[in-house]
Protein backbone atom coordinates (compact mmCIF):
# COMPACT_ATOMS: atom_id res chain seq x y z
CA UNK A 1 0.00 0.00 0.00
CA UNK A 2 1.06 3.43 -0.77
CA UNK A 3 2.40 5.37 2.34
CA UNK A 4 0.59 8.48 2.63
CA UNK A 5 2.50 11.55 4.02
CA UNK A 6 0.18 13.00 7.44
CA UNK A 7 -1.67 15.94 5.59
CA UNK A 8 -1.42 19.67 6.12
CA UNK A 9 -4.10 21.13 8.58
CA UNK A 10 -5.95 23.84 6.84
CA UNK A 11 -5.86 25.80 10.44
CA UNK A 12 -2.21 26.68 9.47
CA UNK A 13 -2.64 27.72 6.98
CA UNK A 14 -4.30 30.74 8.36
CA UNK A 15 -3.48 34.03 7.71
CA UNK A 16 -2.28 33.63 4.50
CA UNK A 17 -2.86 35.75 0.93
CA UNK A 18 -3.40 32.64 -0.98
CA UNK A 19 -4.80 29.60 -1.05
CA UNK A 20 -2.02 27.18 -1.98
CA UNK A 21 -2.76 25.32 -5.72
CA UNK A 22 -3.79 22.55 -4.32
CA UNK A 23 -6.83 23.96 -3.01
CA UNK A 24 -8.04 25.63 -5.69
CA UNK A 25 -10.80 24.09 -7.54
CA UNK A 26 -11.30 23.87 -11.19
CA UNK A 27 -13.57 26.30 -13.30
CA UNK A 28 -17.46 24.30 -13.14
CA UNK A 29 -17.24 23.00 -9.24
CA UNK A 30 -16.28 26.73 -7.87
CA UNK A 31 -18.92 28.24 -5.78
CA UNK A 32 -21.22 30.77 -7.01
CA UNK A 33 -22.33 32.30 -3.77
CA UNK A 34 -19.84 33.73 -0.80
CA UNK A 35 -21.25 33.43 2.64
CA UNK A 36 -20.96 36.14 4.91
CA UNK A 37 -21.25 39.68 3.13
CA UNK A 38 -25.23 39.74 3.22
CA UNK A 39 -26.64 38.63 0.15
CA UNK A 40 -25.85 35.02 0.94
CA UNK A 41 -29.70 33.67 0.13
CA UNK A 42 -30.96 34.28 -3.02
CA UNK A 43 -34.63 35.62 -2.17
CA UNK A 44 -36.42 33.33 -4.86
CA UNK A 45 -34.02 30.66 -3.90
CA UNK A 46 -36.25 27.50 -2.24
CA UNK A 47 -34.95 26.49 0.93
CA UNK A 48 -35.02 22.69 2.12
CA UNK A 49 -38.48 21.63 4.04
CA UNK A 50 -38.83 22.12 7.74
CA UNK A 51 -40.39 19.51 9.48
CA UNK A 52 -41.99 19.48 12.99
CA UNK A 53 -41.85 15.84 14.66
CA UNK A 54 -43.97 16.66 17.38
CA UNK A 55 -47.29 17.17 14.71
CA UNK A 56 -48.56 13.52 14.83
CA UNK A 57 -50.55 13.02 11.54
CA UNK A 58 -48.66 15.04 9.22
CA UNK A 59 -45.56 14.18 9.66
CA UNK A 60 -45.54 10.94 7.20
CA UNK A 61 -46.91 12.82 4.36
CA UNK A 62 -44.58 16.12 4.48
CA UNK A 63 -41.95 13.41 4.61
CA UNK A 64 -42.79 11.57 1.92
CA UNK A 65 -43.04 15.18 0.29
CA UNK A 66 -39.49 15.81 1.56
CA UNK A 67 -37.85 12.76 1.08
CA UNK A 68 -39.28 12.95 -2.86
CA UNK A 69 -38.22 16.33 -3.63
CA UNK A 70 -35.32 16.52 -1.71
CA UNK A 71 -33.28 14.11 0.16
CA UNK A 72 -33.10 16.35 2.86
CA UNK A 73 -34.78 18.44 5.33
CA UNK A 74 -34.62 20.36 9.17
CA UNK A 75 -36.39 18.89 12.14
CA UNK A 76 -37.62 20.27 14.99
CA UNK A 77 -39.52 19.45 17.84
CA UNK A 78 -37.22 16.50 17.42
CA UNK A 79 -36.62 15.07 21.24
CA UNK A 80 -32.98 16.15 21.68
CA UNK A 81 -32.35 18.42 24.31
CA UNK A 82 -31.41 22.00 22.18
CA UNK A 83 -28.92 22.31 25.16
CA UNK A 84 -27.25 19.56 24.11
CA UNK A 85 -26.66 20.08 20.52
CA UNK A 86 -25.31 23.47 21.78
CA UNK A 87 -22.82 21.84 24.30
CA UNK A 88 -21.63 19.94 21.11
CA UNK A 89 -20.92 22.37 19.28
CA UNK A 90 -18.95 24.29 22.08
CA UNK A 91 -16.95 21.69 22.58
CA UNK A 92 -16.47 20.69 18.74
CA UNK A 93 -15.44 24.18 18.17
CA UNK A 94 -13.27 24.43 21.69
CA UNK A 95 -10.90 21.40 20.69
CA UNK A 96 -9.91 23.25 17.19
CA UNK A 97 -9.82 27.03 18.71
CA UNK A 98 -8.43 26.61 22.25
CA UNK A 99 -6.42 23.59 21.92
CA UNK A 100 -2.56 24.07 20.79
CA UNK A 101 -1.27 22.54 17.46
CA UNK A 102 0.90 19.66 19.16
CA UNK A 103 -2.33 18.72 21.75
CA UNK A 104 -4.36 18.41 18.02
CA UNK A 105 -1.25 16.63 16.06
CA UNK A 106 -1.55 13.89 19.45
CA UNK A 107 -4.85 12.78 18.13
CA UNK A 108 -4.16 12.67 14.49
CA UNK A 109 -6.07 9.95 12.76
CA UNK A 110 -3.97 7.22 10.55
CA UNK A 111 -3.46 9.18 7.29
CA UNK A 112 -2.74 5.59 5.77
CA UNK A 113 -6.34 4.15 6.80
CA UNK A 114 -9.22 5.48 4.93
CA UNK A 115 -11.55 5.48 8.09
CA UNK A 116 -9.38 6.03 11.17
CA UNK A 117 -10.51 7.58 14.19
CA UNK A 118 -8.86 11.28 15.42
CA UNK A 119 -8.05 14.65 14.11
CA UNK A 120 -7.72 15.05 10.35
CA UNK A 121 -7.80 16.92 7.24
CA UNK A 122 -8.01 14.70 4.20
CA UNK A 123 -11.14 12.27 4.61
CA UNK A 124 -12.84 12.13 1.20
CA UNK A 125 -9.79 12.22 -1.18
CA UNK A 126 -8.97 9.49 -3.66
CA UNK A 127 -5.72 9.99 -5.31
CA UNK A 128 -2.97 12.80 -4.51
CA UNK A 129 -3.85 14.63 -7.05
CA UNK A 130 -7.25 15.07 -6.03
CA UNK A 131 -8.31 18.69 -5.05
CA UNK A 132 -8.05 19.26 -1.22
CA UNK A 133 -10.79 20.26 0.46
CA UNK A 134 -10.03 23.48 3.02
CA UNK A 135 -11.56 21.74 6.23
CA UNK A 136 -9.99 20.03 9.24
CA UNK A 137 -12.14 17.68 11.04
CA UNK A 138 -12.66 15.13 14.03
CA UNK A 139 -13.80 11.83 13.55
CA UNK A 140 -15.30 10.02 16.91
CA UNK A 141 -16.23 6.39 16.38
CA UNK A 142 -19.44 5.99 18.23
CA UNK A 143 -21.37 2.65 17.64
CA UNK A 144 -21.72 0.09 18.29
CA UNK A 145 -20.01 0.38 21.20
CA UNK A 146 -17.35 -2.13 20.84
CA UNK A 147 -16.20 0.70 18.41
CA UNK A 148 -16.49 3.29 21.15
CA UNK A 149 -12.93 4.22 22.97
CA UNK A 150 -13.42 7.80 24.81
CA UNK A 151 -9.72 7.63 25.93
CA UNK A 152 -8.77 7.95 22.02
CA UNK A 153 -11.21 11.56 22.36
CA UNK A 154 -9.90 14.61 23.43
CA UNK A 155 -9.38 15.22 27.62
CA UNK A 156 -8.86 18.53 27.62
CA UNK A 157 -12.37 19.29 28.95
CA UNK A 158 -13.72 16.91 31.80
CA UNK A 159 -17.48 17.07 30.22
CA UNK A 160 -15.67 16.23 26.31
CA UNK A 161 -16.50 12.53 26.22
CA UNK A 162 -19.87 12.26 28.55
CA UNK A 163 -21.20 15.19 25.89
CA UNK A 164 -19.85 12.71 23.09
CA UNK A 165 -21.70 10.02 24.32
CA UNK A 166 -24.64 11.34 25.16
CA UNK A 167 -24.76 12.78 21.59
CA UNK A 168 -24.31 9.39 20.11
CA UNK A 169 -27.01 8.34 22.10
CA UNK A 170 -29.57 10.72 21.21
CA UNK A 171 -28.70 10.78 17.38
CA UNK A 172 -28.81 6.55 17.43
CA UNK A 173 -32.72 7.13 18.88
CA UNK A 174 -33.54 9.77 16.56
CA UNK A 175 -32.58 8.09 13.46
CA UNK A 176 -34.00 4.77 14.57
CA UNK A 177 -37.27 7.05 14.75
CA UNK A 178 -36.57 8.63 11.01
CA UNK A 179 -36.00 5.45 9.33
CA UNK A 180 -39.47 4.41 11.13
CA UNK A 181 -41.19 6.96 9.84
CA UNK A 182 -39.37 7.00 6.19
CA UNK A 183 -40.43 3.49 5.63
CA UNK A 184 -43.82 3.87 6.77
CA UNK A 185 -44.43 6.75 4.42
CA UNK A 186 -43.56 4.68 1.71
CA UNK A 187 -45.88 2.20 2.94
CA UNK A 188 -43.35 -0.55 4.16
CA UNK A 189 -43.35 -1.91 7.70
CA UNK A 190 -42.00 0.25 10.18
CA UNK A 191 -38.92 -1.28 10.96
CA UNK A 192 -38.18 -2.39 7.67
CA UNK A 193 -35.28 0.18 6.46
CA UNK A 194 -34.17 -0.53 9.91
CA UNK A 195 -33.66 -3.93 9.86
CA UNK A 196 -32.23 -3.52 6.05
CA UNK A 197 -29.39 -1.64 7.51
CA UNK A 198 -29.23 -3.86 10.83
CA UNK A 199 -26.89 -2.75 13.57
CA UNK A 200 -25.93 0.83 13.59
CA UNK A 201 -22.27 1.91 12.93
CA UNK A 202 -22.18 5.70 13.38
CA UNK A 203 -19.10 8.40 12.80
CA UNK A 204 -19.64 11.34 14.74
CA UNK A 205 -17.41 13.84 12.68
CA UNK A 206 -16.86 17.33 13.52
CA UNK A 207 -15.86 19.41 10.71
CA UNK A 208 -14.22 22.74 10.98
CA UNK A 209 -13.76 25.52 8.09
CA UNK A 210 -10.99 28.09 8.96
CA UNK A 211 -11.30 31.14 7.52
CA UNK A 212 -10.59 31.06 3.56
CA UNK A 213 -8.49 34.23 1.65
CA UNK A 214 -9.88 32.84 -1.66
CA UNK A 215 -13.51 31.79 -0.76
CA UNK A 216 -14.73 32.43 -4.49
CA UNK A 217 -11.75 29.98 -5.50
CA UNK A 218 -12.34 26.70 -3.16
CA UNK A 219 -14.53 24.32 -1.35
CA UNK A 220 -14.64 23.32 1.98
CA UNK A 221 -15.36 19.80 1.07
CA UNK A 222 -15.96 18.47 -2.30
CA UNK A 223 -19.66 17.33 -3.56
CA UNK A 224 -20.81 13.83 -2.20
CA UNK A 225 -23.96 11.78 -1.30
CA UNK A 226 -22.75 10.13 2.13
CA UNK A 227 -22.61 6.48 1.82
CA UNK A 228 -24.54 4.65 4.54
CA UNK A 229 -28.69 5.12 5.47
CA UNK A 230 -29.15 8.53 7.01
CA UNK A 231 -26.81 11.67 8.20
CA UNK A 232 -28.06 13.97 11.27
CA UNK A 233 -26.16 17.70 10.77
CA UNK A 234 -25.98 20.32 13.06
CA UNK A 235 -24.20 23.71 12.28
CA UNK A 236 -23.08 26.82 13.77
CA UNK A 237 -24.92 29.99 12.70
CA UNK A 238 -22.28 31.16 9.77
CA UNK A 239 -23.92 28.91 7.01
CA UNK A 240 -22.30 27.18 3.68
CA UNK A 241 -23.52 23.50 3.48
CA UNK A 242 -25.38 23.76 0.05
CA UNK A 243 -27.84 20.85 -1.29
CA UNK A 244 -28.71 20.46 -4.79
CA UNK A 245 -31.93 20.87 -5.72
CA UNK A 246 -32.81 20.30 -9.47
CA UNK A 247 -29.53 20.69 -10.63
CA UNK A 248 -29.12 24.28 -8.73
CA UNK A 249 -27.01 24.55 -5.54
CA UNK A 250 -29.04 25.96 -2.36
CA UNK A 251 -27.72 27.03 0.28
CA UNK A 252 -29.29 25.29 3.70
CA UNK A 253 -29.96 27.91 5.84
CA UNK A 254 -28.41 27.87 9.78
CA UNK A 255 -31.48 26.74 12.28
CA UNK A 256 -30.03 27.05 15.46
CA UNK A 257 -32.38 23.71 17.37
CA UNK A 258 -33.01 22.08 14.54
CA UNK A 259 -31.51 18.90 12.73
CA UNK A 260 -30.60 18.52 9.46
CA UNK A 261 -30.87 15.10 8.14
CA UNK A 262 -29.61 13.74 4.46
CA UNK A 263 -30.63 10.23 3.08
CA UNK A 264 -27.70 8.42 2.50
CA UNK A 265 -27.12 5.94 -0.72
CA UNK A 266 -27.94 3.02 1.33
CA UNK A 267 -31.88 4.51 1.73
CA UNK A 268 -31.93 5.41 -1.82
CA UNK A 269 -30.76 1.23 -2.74
CA UNK A 270 -33.64 0.01 0.08
CA UNK A 271 -36.17 2.42 -1.34
CA UNK A 272 -35.45 1.31 -5.10
CA UNK A 273 -34.64 4.78 -5.70
CA UNK A 274 -38.13 6.09 -4.67
CA UNK A 275 -36.05 8.56 -2.54
CA UNK A 276 -32.82 9.37 -3.20
CA UNK A 277 -29.54 10.27 -1.54
CA UNK A 278 -28.96 13.66 -1.44
CA UNK A 279 -25.57 15.19 -3.42
CA UNK A 280 -24.18 18.02 -0.53
CA UNK A 281 -21.20 20.14 -0.29
CA UNK A 282 -19.81 22.93 1.79
CA UNK A 283 -18.48 26.22 0.87
CA UNK A 284 -15.72 28.63 2.73
CA UNK A 285 -15.91 31.91 3.32
CA UNK A 286 -13.12 35.04 3.69
CA UNK A 287 -14.23 36.49 7.41
CA UNK A 288 -15.38 33.82 9.82
CA UNK A 289 -14.78 29.98 10.97
CA UNK A 290 -17.54 27.52 10.19
CA UNK A 291 -18.66 24.29 12.38
CA UNK A 292 -20.50 21.41 11.59
CA UNK A 293 -21.41 18.42 13.43
CA UNK A 294 -22.34 15.27 11.58
CA UNK A 295 -23.47 11.68 12.92
CA UNK A 296 -23.59 9.08 9.95
CA UNK A 297 -25.51 6.04 10.35
CA UNK A 298 -23.88 3.10 8.47
CA UNK A 299 -24.36 -0.64 8.25
CA UNK A 300 -22.00 -2.90 9.20
CA UNK A 301 -19.28 -3.82 6.46
CA UNK A 302 -20.19 -7.28 5.60
CA UNK A 303 -23.98 -6.43 5.57
CA UNK A 304 -25.81 -6.75 1.87
CA UNK A 305 -28.03 -4.03 0.75
CA UNK A 306 -30.92 -4.59 -1.24
CA UNK A 307 -33.93 -3.01 -2.51
CA UNK A 308 -36.74 -3.53 -0.40
CA UNK A 309 -39.41 -3.49 -3.78
CA UNK A 310 -39.71 -5.55 -6.64
CA UNK A 311 -38.32 -5.21 -9.23
CA UNK A 312 -35.55 -4.09 -7.74
CA UNK A 313 -33.52 -1.12 -9.74
CA UNK A 314 -30.22 -1.58 -8.06
CA UNK A 315 -27.70 -4.65 -7.31
CA UNK A 316 -27.35 -6.04 -4.12
CA UNK A 317 -24.04 -4.63 -2.74
CA UNK A 318 -21.97 -5.68 0.49
CA UNK A 319 -21.49 -2.80 2.03
CA UNK A 320 -17.48 -3.08 2.49
CA UNK A 321 -17.41 -3.26 -1.16
CA UNK A 322 -19.31 -0.26 -1.56
CA UNK A 323 -17.17 1.68 0.68
CA UNK A 324 -14.17 0.80 -1.00
CA UNK A 325 -15.16 1.79 -4.25
CA UNK A 326 -15.99 5.42 -2.91
CA UNK A 327 -12.53 5.39 -1.21
CA UNK A 328 -10.93 4.22 -4.24
CA UNK A 329 -12.96 6.39 -6.93
CA UNK A 330 -13.47 9.30 -4.94
CA UNK A 331 -17.05 11.16 -4.68
CA UNK A 332 -15.88 13.65 -7.83
CA UNK A 333 -19.47 14.86 -7.95
CA UNK A 334 -20.38 11.47 -8.79
CA UNK A 335 -23.19 9.97 -7.67
CA UNK A 336 -21.36 6.35 -6.98
CA UNK A 337 -24.66 4.61 -6.58
CA UNK A 338 -25.72 4.64 -9.94
CA UNK A 339 -22.98 2.28 -10.63
CA UNK A 340 -25.32 -0.12 -9.23
CA UNK A 341 -28.67 1.03 -10.91
CA UNK A 342 -29.50 -2.10 -13.17
O1 LIG B 1 -20.04 20.72 7.01
C1 LIG B 1 -21.08 20.41 6.47
O2 LIG B 1 -22.08 21.12 6.56
C2 LIG B 1 -21.15 19.14 5.64
C3 LIG B 1 -20.42 17.96 6.24
C4 LIG B 1 -20.60 16.74 5.40
O3 LIG B 1 -21.30 16.72 4.44
C5 LIG B 1 -19.92 15.47 5.75
O4 LIG B 1 -19.11 15.48 6.71
O5 LIG B 1 -20.17 14.45 5.08
FE1 LIG C 1 -21.75 14.68 3.78
Known amino acids: ?24 QPLETRPQRIVGNGNDNDNDEPSPPVIDLSKGSSVREQL ?51 ASEGYGSRML ?24 NPSKWPHFSPNYRKVVADYSDQMNSLAEKLLCLISESLGL ?13 QNITVSYYPPCPQPELTLGLQSHSDMGAITLLIQDDVGGLEVLKDGKWVLVNPLCDAIFVILADQTEMITNGQYKSAPHRAITNGKKARLSVATFHDPAKMKIISPAFEPPKYRPVRYG ?9 GPEGKRNVDALLI
Request: charged share 25%; proline share 7%.
Open 1 to 24: MEVVDDPIRVQTLVGKEAVPPQYV
Open 64 to 114: ERACRDWGAFHVINHGVPVELLGEMRRLGRSFFEDCTMDQKLSYGCDPNSP
Open 125 to 148: VASNDTVLDWRDYYDHHTLPLSRQ
Open 189 to 201: PSSCIRDAIGEFY
Open 321 to 329: DYVSSWYTQ
